[in-house]
């Protein structure tokens, strides 16, 4: 395929994505930039990035809106990284859609909720792993109208927004250590660790059930890769704090997603179960079983960075 033709393939793609339109309260669903690589080019232009599909399979009580209403079907996402100076300097921008089951007729595949997530980062290696450092902007609306009858809204949650910064310490052993490498020739464990910072954060909730702001997070995923990356098993955990608590740092909510991963070239297929619970006050613990198809494409390279090998997709 010719460098223009492979633009155009990617600008369809997008353009699809974008065309297709979601996310849920305190949940996080920055990508890693370049799919979570421990290091980089130093230098050069490059688009790189994935775009995604994915269907609830069972979905007792996740919402599909911010005001957690609906409950989610469909789920578009896309996510794209712009390096400007190779990845001492990228834009990567994600975009997040969802649908609501409840809705009638073709109306369950048209989104609920639209969220946009842009920002800048520079990704180093340091050690045996690598540091990505970064600045967001994240804003999630509601798409339309809500269907029949469903619990009240909370006020003023029709749409959330906040700007974070965040640092990211990915790393593989594959990678950094030659006599695991020798010992485990087609395995790796890979993941990366979190820290982030609620710089400014107006509407963005801090619980599942919309309570408190969140001013803190900590982040971390663990992933086993088997047969040169043909099937891994991963689980992230991320934890939020509530910035009007009486503890600020002490956490408030707990998301948890153990999932299953099939990779073969630029293809993923996943597997996932989500639960978020509030670990400090409230009951509500919204929870789906999804399936997850994705495709990652690079302007510049023949093989794409995996999207969830050493990172992550919520």
Same mark, same amino acid.
């Given at each position: 395929m010719t460098t223009s033709s492979r633009a155009a393939t990617i600008a369809l793609a997008l353009a699809a994505t974008l065309l297709h339109a979601p996310a849920v309260r305190a949940l996080d669903k920055q990508g890693s930039a370049h799919g979570g690589t421990a290091s980089g080019t130093s230098a050069g232009f490059d688009v790189s990035g994935a775009v995604s599909m994915g269907v609830s399979l069972y979905n007792p009580s996740y919402a599909a809106r911010p005001n957690n209403t609906g409950l989610a079907l469909m789920r578009y996402a896309g996510h794209l990284d712009l390096d400007l100076i190779g990845q001492r300097l990228s834009v990567p921008i994600d975009v997040n859609m969802f649908t609501d089951r409840l809705r009638g007729g073709g109306a369950k595949l048209v989104p609920s909720e639209f969220d946009v997530i842009a920002g800048v980062t520079s990704t180093w290696a340091l050690g045996p792993g690598g540091i990505e450092l970064g600045l967001r902007l994240e804003h999630d609306r509601q798409v339309g109208a809500q269907p &029949?009858?469903? !619990?009240?809204?909370?006020? #003023?949650?029709?749409?959330?927004? =906040?700007? /974070?910064?965040?640092? +990211? =310490?990915?790393?593989? $052993? @594959? &990678?950094?250590s030659q006599r695991f490498h020798d010992a485990f020739p087609r395995t790796d464990v890979n993941g990366w660790f979190t820290p982030g910072w609620f710089a400014y954060n107006p509407s963005y909730f801090a619980r599942p059930d919309n309570t408190g702001r969140a001013l803190f997070r900590y982040a971390a995923h663990g992933e086993l890769s088997l047969l040169d990356d043909l099937i891994s098993f991963g $689980? *992230? @955990? %991320?934890?939020?704090? /509530? +910035? %009007?608590? &009486? #503890?600020?740092?002490?956490?408030?909510? $707990? *998301?948890?997603? !153990?999932e299953i991963v099939l990779h073969r070239d630029a293809f993923e297929l996943h597997l996932a179960y989500e639960i978020d619970l509030p670990l400090d006050q409230g009951s509500y613990r919204p929870r789906f079983l999804y399936l997850l198809a994705v495709w990652s494409f690079d302007l510049i390279a023949d093989k794409p960075a995996a999207l969830e090998k050493r990172g992550e997709i919520l």
């Amino acid at each position: 395929m010719t460098t223009s033709s492979r633009a155009a393939t990617i600008a369809l793609a997008l353009a699809a994505t974008l065309l297709h339109a979601p996310a849920v309260r305190a949940l996080d669903k920055q990508g890693s930039a370049h799919g979570g690589t421990a290091s980089g080019t130093s230098a050069g232009f490059d688009v790189s990035g994935a775009v995604s599909m994915g269907v609830s399979l069972y979905n007792p009580s996740y919402a599909a809106r911010p005001n957690n209403t609906g409950l989610a079907l469909m789920r578009y996402a896309g996510h794209l990284d712009l390096d400007l100076i190779g990845q001492r300097l990228s834009v990567p921008i994600d975009v997040n859609m969802f649908t609501d089951r409840l809705r009638g007729g073709g109306a369950k595949l048209v989104p609920s909720e639209f969220d946009v997530i842009a920002g800048v980062t520079s990704t180093w290696a340091l050690g045996p792993g690598g540091i990505e450092l970064g600045l967001r902007l994240e804003h999630d609306r509601q798409v339309g109208a809500q269907p &029949g009858f469903e !619990p009240p809204p909370v006020p #003023n949650s029709r749409s959330q927004s =906040y700007v /974070d910064a965040r640092a +990211r =310490y990915l790393f593989s $052993l @594959a &990678g950094a250590s030659q006599r695991f490498h020798d010992a485990f020739p087609r395995t790796d464990v890979n993941g990366w660790f979190t820290p982030g910072w609620f710089a400014y954060n107006p509407s963005y909730f801090a619980r599942p059930d919309n309570t408190g702001r969140a001013l803190f997070r900590y982040a971390a995923h663990g992933e086993l890769s088997l047969l040169d990356d043909l099937i891994s098993f991963g $689980l *992230d @955990a %991320i934890f939020f704090t /509530d +910035r %009007i608590a &009486g #503890n600020p740092v002490r956490p408030s909510e $707990l *998301d948890l997603t !153990p999932e299953i991963v099939l990779h073969r070239d630029a293809f993923e297929l996943h597997l996932a179960y989500e639960i978020d619970l509030p670990l400090d006050q409230g009951s509500y613990r919204p929870r789906f079983l999804y399936l997850l198809a994705v495709w990652s494409f690079d302007l510049i390279a023949d093989k794409p960075a995996a999207l969830e090998k050493r990172g992550e997709i919520l």
